[in-house]
């Protein structure tokens, strides 16, 4: 699909987006740029096609003219729930700290986050002495990690103590420091597997998922998970020889986790996203850029754990023996920041269905949109998801929120067994009892056998090789 040059994709969304966004203390530029790029992927694929005047896709078809669906209609949609977003950014950061005003407004950026409930996505506040990281979700996952961390570190002797944070009194949203890479040379490879060693074995003990490649940083010679939303997953079932490839450090494709995954230079990985291409064409496939989950060596290759699994077991066998010695201090610590409102995000279905469904819905067809539309449901509805089943209740929340051209988000209260989304519980959670409970009681039923079953799993997972190629993990 041809595109058309960025000034002229300027023009065609300013025929559609025509009512200026002005929110008191925000850099309008930023506004703009903001609502510019989200319009980009809603409008680009239907604009490129309807102002090419060749029409190749109809020539081919012969099927009558294009058809677009009500684009206002969603435009509209898009441009005011982005608004009310940036209103909330705005109240955020006022309340975490005296940053931008009246005579120097706020400057901000969007981060690659999916978007969620209203376009609320990771934003990057431009700020002294160093610029911030917004992000709507609440920050006691992240507290109760940064607690057992620091436990852990003291213990170990080690430091693995990721930065703090500005936390809203709410519980809403947080502010984490933009972490920069620092080079990731010179740092003693043996100590940073260690290391990491020591994060597998808390997210294997805490029942951490979704730890995939960004969500893993090397950052001043450690490693910091900066996206821990999906601590203490209560999973729906329990097959506990997967519970350690589950996490995403760890992951049944290696390419793809973030222990060992990320080396673009050998592996084939893209990430999905409108885009245009040197030659002009729109595409979705973007060849990945280099991600921050890796130790490089001197000469800029990447260390691959699989050459210190020993460090890597050390780490993993200290930071395991240390919660099998701490149950108590564990619990106190799970009971000091797991209220039963302590938000869980959980998984449906794998992000990449989402995303691409949403591009299904911004397409120009040659039938008549309804259809099309209803159709791209109708093989939604029966594709692929995590839950052994999902309710009525919970797709029309996943439809919901993609017509909105948001990536659907649910999560569990860690007091409940129930599966919630921004409209209220859609699903009831086949699960024991609810994750704060089982928590606790997957810490003290830890034993020293389960080491080295888990030491076997981690064994195999250096063993496999990282030419294989990439697959729908």
């Not at 040059?5 to 929110?23: E, K, L, S, T, Y």
């Not at 020539?59 to 669906?69: S, T, V």
């Not at 754990?305 to 780490?315: E, K, Q, S, T």
């Not at 594709?383 to 919901?400: I, K, N, P, Q």
Request: with cysteine; charged share 25%; proline share 6%.
């Amino acid at each position: 699909m041809q595109a058309v040059p960025h000034h002229q994709a300027r023009d065609r969304i300013d025929r559609f987006w025509a009512c200026p966004v002005n929110i008191h203390g925000l850099d309008q530029e930023c506004v703009e740029r903001l609502i510019d790029e989200e319009l980009f992927d809603l409008l680009q694929p239907t604009r490129a096609v309807a102002n090419d005047t060749e029409l190749p896709f109809q020539a081919r078809r012969e099927r009558g003219p294009l058809f677009f669906g009500d684009l206002g209609e969603v435009v509209n949609h898009r441009v005011r729930a982005l608004t009310a977003f940036l209103r909330e950014v705005r109240l955020s950061t006022e309340v975490a700290f005296p940053i931008g005003g009246q005579h120097s407004p706020l400057k901000f950026r969007s981060l690659a986050g999916d978007s969620h409930n209203g376009g609320r996505r990771p934003l990057v506040i431009e700020a002294k002495p160093h610029p911030w990281v917004l992000k709507f979700a609440d920050p006691r996952p992240y507290q109760l990690l940064a607690e057992v961390l620091a436990e852990l570190s003291a213990a170990i002797g080690i430091d693995l103590v990721p930065p703090d944070i500005v936390a809203d009194p709410d519980r809403q949203w947080y502010f984490i420091p933009f972490l920069k890479t620092d080079g990731q040379n010179g740092r003693d490879p043996s100590a940073f597997m260690f290391a990491l060693g020591a994060v597998t074995a808390v997210a294997y003990a805490l029942r951490m998922v979704d730890l995939h490649l960004e969500n893993l940083f090397v950052f001043e010679g450690k490693p910091i998970i900066v996206d821990p939303e999906c601590v203490l997953y209560n999973f729906p079932t329990d097959r506990r020889q997967d519970r350690l490839l589950s996490t995403g450090l760890l992951s049944h494709n290696p390419v793809l986790s973030a222990l060992r995954g990320g080396d673009v230079s050998m592996q084939g990985i893209v990430q999905l996203g409108l885009y245009e291409r040197a030659d002009g064409i729109l595409d979705y496939h973007k060849p990945a850029t280099a991600f921050h989950n890796r130790l490089r060596r001197p000469d800029g290759g990447l260390v691959d754990p699989a050459d210190y699994r020993n460090d890597l077991f050390g780490g993993f066998t200290a930071a395991f023996k240390w919660f099998l010695g701490s149950r108590a201090l564990l619990s106190d610590i799970i009971d000091r920041w797991v209220a039963d409102d302590f938000r869980i995000r959980f998984l449906v279905r794998k992000t990449r269905l989402y995303i691409t469904t949403i591009h299904m819905l911004n397409l120009p067809v040659s039938c008549r949109y309804g259809l099309w539309r209803d159709g791209v449901f109708e093989r939604f509805r029966h594709a692929g998801h995590f839950l052994e089943h999902v309710s009525d209740d919970l797709v029309a929340a996943e439809l919901a929120d993609m017509e909105g051209r948001d990536v659907p988000y649910f999560w569990a209260n860690a007091g409940e067994t129930v599966i919630r989304h921004r409209r209220g519980p859609v699903q009831p959670l086949r699960a024991r009892r609810p994750a704060r409970e089982q928590a606790i009681l997957d810490i003290h039923a830890m034993r020293r056998s389960d080491l080295s079953e888990q030491l076997m799993v981690l064994a195999d997972f250096l063993d496999a090789r990282l030419e294989a190629p990439v697959n729908d993990d």
